[in-house]
């Protein structure tokens, strides 16, 4: 009690006690309201019926060479396009060396005739022009984001503009010759 | 202290909450300096403004429905079916622009006579909070519709936050609540936009306490030394205040009435499309001069720090302005640049909404320079450099002296 009512007269001992006492609370105390914080954070996260969003199928065989279709997964813009020759030999010819996001066509596809990719700038996620044959398509035949001047060459690949990465292909598998599963 | 009646209720419930006595002191007798001019009107239209968008947001929300399947409907139907529906929104969407012009005004009306200098620094910080909360929640609204601008002026600004390296991608998912800007967004940005306002109304709270705290700066930039420099709140300035807001409910209802789309994009009553970007996509005005700094960088990330950096640095202001005088008034060489801010700012917002390339481009990085140098550089050296003219000794004595005799 002479401790409580005096402190400053009380041995110094009672004193880190007390300290430690008060600190270690303050801890645990932080620590809690961390940990109860969580929850609320995670719940804005996906939930899961929109992670269970499963795999969109797409039939490649009505879709002509030159000719692309956009299907949806997962809410965004999925391009298939059936390249021709002349895009996929320009496609190939690019030194990788010399672009922003290096990746040869090779790695962005699994069949050279079929280039399958989010339609999703990757500057701010407006959706680029070029899917359709009267689309403005960029300087790279590609694609040209009308937000921002964005454009991507035949393979997706940013080549000039202010977004920093090339178009993202998707997770996909081929079911069949002609047809896929995105997803 | 006593209370400021002598009716016995009054006074049983002040003795218990000096809630009357509190009034009294901060609305009627707060001593005020008497030389105020008009721009010192904005801050209570601004109050004014928030306390009628909250009133209408709680009306429209008793008819709003946060899902992407009926959004655009139910504003459809407020528009044509609920009686009054048509004038509760347009009160609403043209009350965000003005509350914006006033705001704005009131900003300037604090660069130009240095109400952000000591010892108003606190006040100054908690106004740029507000400003920052009223962007937030004017961007969360402009979503609720969810027409096409709606759509794409969410994915593009919520994508801002994807230029952070390693936690960006996370970031943006987390406040999608999914891949793509779909009705797990519309869905939280409704009672986000709902509450924000309260908010806002917390911190004008002590942003008022900080201003009856410090008192109000003046024109002339000098404090008030002498009972004699101020003049009761009530009745000049409740009756100044008030016909203020006459005649901003004219220029305000003369929008609602008959320009009420004056503000808005065609766009936005096309429904929310997210397999189609429309050509030219704008944000709201009140955005276009960040917009246009945004734009003028070609890197994703520094174009978005730059951007975050233009309202931040204005935190810092009272220490970037090195001059010991505040108003503008006596400040023969900062005022032009204070006056070219202004201009420059209204450039950064006609770029803004103009498509980025060529001349507009280069102007719009020109006058991003322009910002940055004006608040990094000109702001110390010209208060350094510059010399004042002669203060008046007191907020009294040219009145005084003018006509020769004492007030
Ligand atoms: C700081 C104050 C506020 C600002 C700046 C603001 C801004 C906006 C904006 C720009 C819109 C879109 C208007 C349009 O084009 O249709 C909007 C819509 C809406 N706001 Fe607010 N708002 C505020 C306060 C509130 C409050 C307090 C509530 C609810 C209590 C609310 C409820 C709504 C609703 C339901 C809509 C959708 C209907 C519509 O689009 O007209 N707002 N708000
Ligand atoms: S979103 Fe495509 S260039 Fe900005």
């Known amino acids: 009690m002479a401790d409580t009512a005096n402190p400053a007269s009380g041995s110094s001992d009672g004193e880190t006690r007390r300290d430690f006492l008060l600190y270690a609370s303050s801890a645990v105390g932080v620590v809690g309201a961390g940990l109860a914080l969580w929850p609320f954070v995670h719940s804005m996260n996906p939930a899961a019926d929109v992670l269970a969003l499963a795999s969109t199928e797409v039939d490649l065989a009505p879709i002509a060479e030159g000719q692309a279709i956009t299907v949806m997964w997962r809410g965004k813009p999925i ?13 190939q010819a690019v030194d990788v060396t010399s672009l922003r996001d290096p990746q040869t066509d090779a790695d962005r596809v699994k069949k050279p005739e079929w280039l399958v990719m989010i339609g999703i700038c990757t500057h701010l996620g407006c959706i680029p022009l070029g899917q359709a044959p009267a689309d403005p398509k960029g300087e790279f035949g590609g694609w040209f984001c009308p937000c921002h001047g964005s454009n991507y060459d035949t393979s997706g690949r940013i080549r000039k503009g202010p977004a920093p990465l090339n178009l993202a292909v998707p997770p996909y598998a081929f079911t069949t010759d002609t047809s896929i599963k995105i997803g | 202290m006593s209370a400021p009646s002598n009716n016995k209720v009054v006074k049983w419930v002040d003795d218990r909450l000096p809630i009357f006595t509190m009034m009294k002191h901060s609305a009627i007798d707060y001593p005020t300096p008497k030389n105020l001019n008009y721009w010192w009107n904005f801050g209570s239209l601004a109050g004014l403004m928030l306390v009628i968008m909250i009133l209408t947001g709680l009306f429209l929300a008793m008819n709003y ?11 459809e139907r407020i528009m044509r079916d609920v009686n009054y529906g048509w004038l509760l929104r347009y009160l609403h ?15 300037f009306r604090g660069l130009y006579y240095g109400s952000y200098k000591a010892p108003r ?16 929640t004017g961007f969360l609204g402009y979503v609720l519709p969810w027409g096409q601008m709606s759509f794409w002026g969410a994915t593009v600004i919520t994508n801002l936050f994807s230029a952070f390296p390693l936690v ?45 705290s410090v008192k109000s700066n003046n024109p002339l930039g000098i404090d008030m030394k002498t009972p004699q420099d101020s003049i009761p709140f009530h009745p000049y300035y409740t009756i100044k205040d008030l016909f203020g807001i006459g ?25 929310a499309n997210p397999m189609v970007t429309p050509p030219h996509i704008v944000p709201e005005w009140y955005y276009l001069p960040f917009y246009a700094i945004l734009r003028s960088v070609p890197d994703k990330l520094g174009g978005v720090l730059l951007m975050f950096g233009a309202i931040l640095i ?3 202001l009272p220490w970037l302005d090195t001059s010991k005088v505040r108003s503008c008034k006596f400040r023969p060489i900062y005022k032009w640049f204070t006056i070219l801010f202004l201009v420059n700012a209204f450039v950064l917002g006609y770029i803004g909404a103009q498509p980025a390339e060529g001349t507009m481009l280069l102007v719009g990085q020109i006058c991003t320079v322009w910002y940055f140098l004006h608040l990094l550089v000109l702001t110390p ?26 007030v």
Do not use: C, Q
């Open chain 2, 247 to 271: 005649l901003f409910l004219m220029f305000y209802l003369a929008f609602v009435f008959w320009a009420p789309n004056f503000f808005g994009e065609p766009d936005n009553y096309i429904p």
């Open chain 1, 79 to 91: 391009f298939v396009r059936h390249r021709t020759a002349d895009e996929i030999s320009a496609a």
């Open chain 2, 381 to 406: 050296v010209i208060g350094w450099l510059e010399k004042p003219k002669p203060l008046p000794e007191s907020i009294s004595s040219p009145v005084v002296k003018k006509s020769g005799e004492a």
């Open chain 2, 314 to 316: 204005l935190f810092v």
């Open chain 2, 121 to 136: 620094e606190v006040l100054w910080w908690l106004g740029l909070v507000i400003y920052l909360l009223m962007m937030a």
């Open chain 2, 168 to 212: 960006g991608e996370h970031i943006v998912t987390w406040l999608w609540g999914g891949f793509s800007v779909d009705n797990p967004t519309l869905n939280r940005f409704f009672p986000l936009h709902f509450v924000l306002p309260f908010v806002i109304l917390g911190v004008v709270v002590v942003h008022v306490w900080a201003l009856h």
């Open chain 2, 65 to 75: 429905v946060p899902h992407t399947s009926m959004a655009f409907d139910s504003v």
């Open chain 2, 93 to 107: 969407a043209n009350g965000a622009s003005m509350f914006f012009i006033l705001v704005y005004i009131h900003i």
